[in-house]
């Protein structure tokens, strides 16, 4: 019996994750962390039965442990319980399905923790690459992606050598509006940006996608994870999403994971690595797949990911300024107090007023990401 914890059960990647242990039958859930969703959450608890769950509001904790005083469930809050929920004794693996730089030092104690990372926070290398990838190797941890894109990296790596990538091929969908240029961008609603072609996700990745800073971040993680240089890293629009990743070798091959657009498959294969195991749904018919098509990402009008090509290549605390401006100007596209096309005017103008830290620390990070948010609350 495979055991997990899993920070943000109740989010896209957190209640798919319990969708595929509902159906494997032989994980046991050990611990859940959740932010404010304690309906959700107590659905969950009494249907998995972990030994503790974690609430980052404390007053949503104390609501949620007098709903489930029936049950043996110890109930903690704020950074201590997810810290707590990422360390528990039982789990082997933990799946870091939480949005934001909130899952750093969860990340960071369950490695210490010897607990293999299944990781859906990308922001966690993006921000703190420089510090997992090197701690996971001394306590012999394995970060497993989650992403689907890193995942078909990952699996195309399978076939080949790590130290034989000519470039890693990474693809995106384009988002909702690929194809457009700048000018046709101006009055893009909250409704327009959430409509993906091709994925059901989260309302904040679901923006990222359309912005294609998402792109930018995967670029940035993918360098740690695959231990290769931003510019070794091609972003590639695949709009059918059939085609999740690849990996060019030297010699000229290319290697690619195909499938139907499920973050099902990604999961189940971190959580069961090396184990390959049936998953039910949706399967690629080729009879009935017309065609798949390629284009190069429009780096002028989502200048987003240009963006985050230089924020990767520069280093050091850079990368945090783009994850942290990016995460507060969504959220104010999100609440309707920006226009869309301000996300990518903010990040610049905070990537460019940031004075450089070359090897930020952990403290470092977090202060760096505070500033960023203070800087954007003053001017907007």
């Known amino acids: 019996m495979k055991k997990i914890a899993i920070l943000g059960s109740t989010g896209s990647i ?32 009494r249907e998995f039965r972990p030994k503790l769950a974690a609430v980052w509001s404390e007053e949503k904790a104390n609501d949620l442990k007098e709903n489930i005083k029936d049950l043996d469930v110890r109930i903690v809050s704020g950074m201590e319980g997810l810290k707590e929920a990422a360390v528990e004794r039982e789990a082997e693996i933990l799946v870091t399905a939480i949005v934001g730089m909130i899952g750093i030092l969860p990340t960071i104690e369950a490695i210490k923790a010897k607990k293999d990372i299944a990781l859906a926070n ?33 699996q195309s790596l399978q076939g080949g050598q790590q130290k034989s990538i000519h470039k890693i091929l990474l693809t995106a969908s384009g988002g909702p509006f690929r ?55 091609e972003v590639v629009v695949q709009p059918q999403s059939i085609i999740h990743s690849m990996v060019e070798y030297e010699d000229g091959a290319i290697i690619a994971e195909l499938g139907t657009p499920d973050m099902k498959l990604p999961i189940q294969y971190a959580l069961y690595y090396p184990e390959r ?39 050091g605390s850079l990368p945090t300024v783009l994850n942290a401006a990016n995460e507060l100007a969504v959220a104010l596209f999100l609440d309707r107090k920006i226009r869309y096309l301000q996300i990518p005017e903010i990040i610049q103008n905070c990537m460019e007023k940031h004075k450089l830290i070359l090897n930020p620390t952990v403290e470092q990070i977090l202060e760096t990401g505070r500033e960023t948010y203070e800087f954007i609350r003053s001017r907007w």
Request: overall charge negative; glycine content about 8%.
């Open 179 to 233: 194809g457009r240029k700048r000018e046709e961008l101006e009055q893009i609603q909250v409704e327009d940006a959430l409509k993906h072609p091709n994925w059901e996700m989260g309302r904040k990745i679901t923006i990222d996608s359309s912005t294609m800073v998402n792109k930018g971040l995967e670029v940035i993680e993918a360098k740690w994870l695959f231990d290769v240089s931003v510019d070794q890293v």
């Open 122 to 154: 990308k922001e966690t290398l993006v921000t703190a690459g420089h510090i997992i990838m090197p701690l996971a190797k001394e306590y012999g941890v394995s970060i497993l992606p989650v992403d689907s894109e890193h995942s078909a990296i990952f």
């Open 14 to 45: 957190g209640t798919q994750t319990l969708e595929v242990v509902r159906e494997n039958g032989d994980i046991e859930v050990t611990a859940l962390a959740a932010g404010s969703n304690i309906q959700l959450l107590e659905r969950q608890i």
């Open 277 to 315: 195991r049936f998953l039910s749904g949706e399967r690629l018919d080729f009879g009935k797949l017309t065609q798949l098509t390629f284009e190069r990402p429009d780096m002028e009008t989502f200048y987003g990911l240009k963006l985050a090509y230089e924020a990767g290549r520069t280093g």
